[in-house]
């Protein structure tokens, strides 16, 4: 085998790893967030207005006082597109006990706009573009990936951060407790 061939073998398992490993981390481990960077994280989500997918402003902090999921996700991103439609089921069925899922979408407002009209998601999509890592950044994504999710509780505290695919069951063990919350 040429030093080329195996320079491209190497380079191709290393980014393997690095994503499998980034993928397992998302799986494997929810992270509270530490208290002073987790109320700058809130400050910021809560202070944000973002354009949605009508072209409408909306304040982020209208959704105060509700258990909150905001997940941060790109129409390239196949892990955010796998989660999606689990995340249309909870909210549908959860929204009336107080659960608002948001999507914060760093993406180009053209492919946000044609995704969730060809998937007709039924939570608020706001187009965050590259700003919105900045955000994600603040909540506590150190390592900028995607899909990154946080949950606040209805007190306006991140409980959870998810780098990665969530899944709806694990999800579903961290918010329950917090719709029955005071």
């Given at each position: 085998?040429?030093?080329?061939?195996?320079?491209?073998?190497?380079?191709?398992?290393?980014?393997?790893?690095?994503?499998?490993?980034?993928?397992?981390?998302?799986e494997?481990?929810?992270?509270?967030?530490?208290?002073?960077?987790?109320?700058?994280?809130?400050?910021?989500?809560?202070?944000s207005?973002?354009t949605?997918?009508?072209?409408?402003?909306?304040?982020?902090?209208?959704?105060?006082?509700?258990?909150l999921?905001?997940?941060f996700?790109?129409?390239?991103?196949?892990p955010?597109?796998?989660?999606?439609?689990?995340?249309?089921?909870?909210?549908?069925?959860?929204?009336?006990q107080g659960?608002?899922f948001?999507?914060?979408?760093?993406d180009?407002?053209?492919?946000?706009?044609?995704?969730?009209k060809?998937?007709?998601?039924?939570?608020?999509?706001l187009?965050?573009?590259?700003g919105?890592?900045?955000?994600?950044?603040?909540?506590?994504?150190?390592?900028?990936a995607?899909?990154?999710?946080?949950?606040?509780?209805k007190?306006?505290?991140?409980?959870?951060?998810?780098?990665?695919?969530?899944h709806?069951?694990?999800?579903?063990?961290?918010?329950?407790p917090?719709l029955?919350?005071?």
């Amino acid at each position: 085998m040429s030093k080329l061939k195996q320079a491209i073998l190497f380079f191709g398992m290393a980014i393997i790893m690095l994503s499998a490993g980034i993928f397992l981390r998302g799986e494997f481990q929810s992270e509270p967030t530490p208290s002073e960077a987790n109320k700058r994280g809130v400050q910021a989500i809560f202070a944000s207005t973002l354009t949605d997918v009508n072209g409408e402003s909306q304040a982020i902090s209208q959704w105060k006082g509700k258990v909150l999921i905001v997940n941060f996700w790109a129409t390239w991103c196949a892990p955010c597109r796998e989660e999606i439609p689990e995340f249309m089921e909870m909210h549908a069925e959860y929204q009336d006990q107080g659960l608002q899922f948001i999507g914060i979408a760093i993406d180009s407002e053209d492919k946000v706009i044609a995704y969730n009209k060809e998937f007709g998601i039924n939570y608020p999509i706001l187009i965050g573009g590259l700003g919105g890592m900045t955000l994600a950044e603040a909540t506590g994504n150190a390592q900028g990936a995607l899909p990154y999710t946080i949950v606040i509780n209805k007190d306006g505290v991140i409980t959870n951060t998810f780098l990665g695919r969530v899944h709806q069951k694990r999800l579903e063990k961290v918010f329950k407790p917090l719709l029955k919350a005071g």
